[in-house]
């Protein structure tokens, strides 16, 4: 005979059971099935903006000589950024605090990073916020390989690269996303206008003045090999964006459609931009200013991604492709060899967007703007000097003079791209 209790224990019995099955029992487990797709394939496309996007856009843009050393630079720079970031770059970028400064290595070879959620992204798998960064982290060093482009030795680009990322990317990232001392004071920087883009920009100016002009340059014409290559290169660039930009958001929500939008319109903007005054300025139009143009627009957007109206984001890419295409002309009017304009593109672009900002965001300062802009700008010409400098007297910068002329692909590796 079925007792009364019976009845009412076996429906509690199997709620309970369908409550432990679908997550709702175990509070404290928060990871969100929809956010964590979207992340996954956020990281993804960060991923291609460096492999293929920055290795073709360089690669097209230096000499035949030349395209090999660009392309195993970007592709070893991800290689060993990624094993850096997750042994000790991560944590000193994401550990608890330290005065502001830095985070402890309470993370370090990923201590206490597995699938549960962070404080960081409440509702993804640490793990899974820690790889979106790391792509941050290595697509940042890859840009500043444009501004030494066809002359530095590889060993010493992988010696920069390491010191670079531990004494320049994690603590700024920190200062900015980590709980530090920028954080605190109130700066924005959705995805890296500071972080990312000035970081790399004004990187690339020191090495640019560290390592010298290349043979020639000035006086011999140094035409990119293979523009449909860079061109490629931007349009992955473009594409990867998305993941960079809307991903940033942490999650598949409202905050990643403005962000997405706002990427795509201020990449367009700047195209347009780029390309009127390039037409106005020298007579014509042309593929290579339009794949700058969208470049500019995307670094522009970048640090107000999140804070900005979709009608902000035009009048901010169109503003951005023309700072960054008369930053080239400044380059040409001080003579510096940085090869790539990486400080003209995403230097200037990323102060251009972290001041916009400030001018537009609801939470924006312009003065706290300024002094993010201002400590990074110091922070990272400053200290890639004194890098420079180090790796310099360790094992040397520059290839030889006929190592140069001979080409990096040979010189280096031993290879040729085209026969």
């Known amino acids: 005979m079925i007792r009364m209790s019976h009845v009412l224990v076996i429906p509690a019995v199997v709620a309970m059971v369908s409550l432990w099955a679908t997550g709702a029992w175990a509070q404290e487990s928060k990871i969100d099935t929809g956010d964590t ?32 050393g660009m392309l195993i630079q970007t592709g070893s720079i991800m290689c060993v950024l990624s094993i850096v970031w997750v042994f000790w770059g991560y944590s000193l970028a994401f550990g608890p605090d330290k005065g502001g400064i830095i985070g402890d290595l309470d993370f370090i070879a990923l201590s206490g990073v597995g699938v ?26 890859a840009l500043i390989t444009g501004a030494f482009a066809e002359r530095m030795k590889f060993t010493a680009l992988l010696l920069f690269a390491v010191l670079w990322s531990t004494l320049i990317y994690s603590p700024l990232a920190h200062w900015v996303w980590g709980g530090g001392w920028l954080s605190a004071l109130g700066a924005l920087d959705f995805a890296g206008g500071a972080v990312v883009h000035i970081s790399s920009g004004f990187a690339a100016l020191a090495c640019a003045l560290v390592l010298g002009k290349r043979k020639g340059y000035g006086t011999e014409n140094m035409p990119p090999h293979n523009l449909p290559f860079a061109f490629l290169g931007a349009a992955m660039l473009w594409f990867g964006w998305f993941g960079f930009n809307a991903g940033s958001a942490l999650g598949a929500n409202e905050l990643a459609v403005t962000a997405f939008v706002n990427t795509h319109l201020a990449a367009a903007a700047g195209a347009i931009s780029w390309m009127i005054v390039e037409w106005v300025h020298r007579g014509k139009p042309t593929l290579l200013g339009v794949a700058s143009g969208m470049i500019a627009g995307l670094a522009t957007i970048t640090p107000a991604a999140g804070h900005v109206t979709a009608i902000s984001s035009v009048f901010i890419g169109l503003i951005g492709g023309v700072v960054c295409y008369f930053g080239v002309v400044v380059k040409f009017k001080f003579g510096y060899d940085e090869s790539l304009d990486v400080l003209a593109i995403h230097g200037f672009g990323g102060i251009t967007g972290l001041l916009a900002v400030g001018l537009l965001a609801s939470k924006g300062s312009v003065g706290v703007q300024l002094v993010l802009i201002g400590t990074t700008v110091a922070f990272c010409f400053i200290g890639t000097y004194l890098i420079l400098k180090i790796v310099d007297k360790v094992i040397g910068l520059r290839v030889s003079i006929e190592e140069e002329l001979e080409g990096l692909d040979l010189s280096q590796h031993r290879e040729r791209a085209y026969n």
């Open 37 to 68: 797709a979207w992340m996954i394939v956020a990281t993804a496309l960060v991923f291609a903006m460096v492999l293929p996007g920055v290795a073709f856009f360089y690669g097209g843009l230096v000499r035949s000589k030349n395209v090999l």
């Open 116 to 141: 549960e959620p962070s404080s960081f992204a409440p509702t993804i798998p640490h793990q899974l916020f820690m790889v979106f960064q790391l792509m941050f982290a290595a697509i940042t060093v």
